[in-house]
C-alpha cells in the first residue's frame, strides 16, 4: 500500500463533494420553503385571549 495523496477524483473526494453538494441543496430547500409558506394570521381580530377565533369581526 501507498501512502499517495488521494487523487481528485477519487470515490472518497466524489462522496465528500456530493455530501457537501446535497448539504447545501438541503439548506437552500429548507429556506425556499420558508420563504413560501404563507405568513400567519396575525390581526387582533383574529386573536383572543391566545387562540385563534375564525369568527372575531363577523356580525
Known amino acids: ?3 499517495a495523496p488521494v487523487a481528485p477524483e ?3 473526494n466524489l462522496l465528500a463533494q ?6 447545501a ?6 429556506q425556499l ?4 409558506q ?3 394570521p396575525r390581526t ?3 386573536w383572543e385571549g391566545g387562540a385563534f ?3 372575531a369581526g363577523q356580525p
Open 1 to 3: 500500500m501507498s501512502d
Open 10 to 12: 477519487s470515490p472518497q
Open 18 to 23: 456530493m455530501e457537501r453538494m446535497l448539504a
Open 25 to 30: 441543496l438541503s439548506a437552500d430547500l429548507v
Open 33 to 36: 420553503d420558508a420563504e413560501l
Open 38 to 40: 404563507p405568513p400567519a
Open 44 to 46: 387582533e381580530e383574529h
Open 53 to 55: 377565533n375564525s369568527e
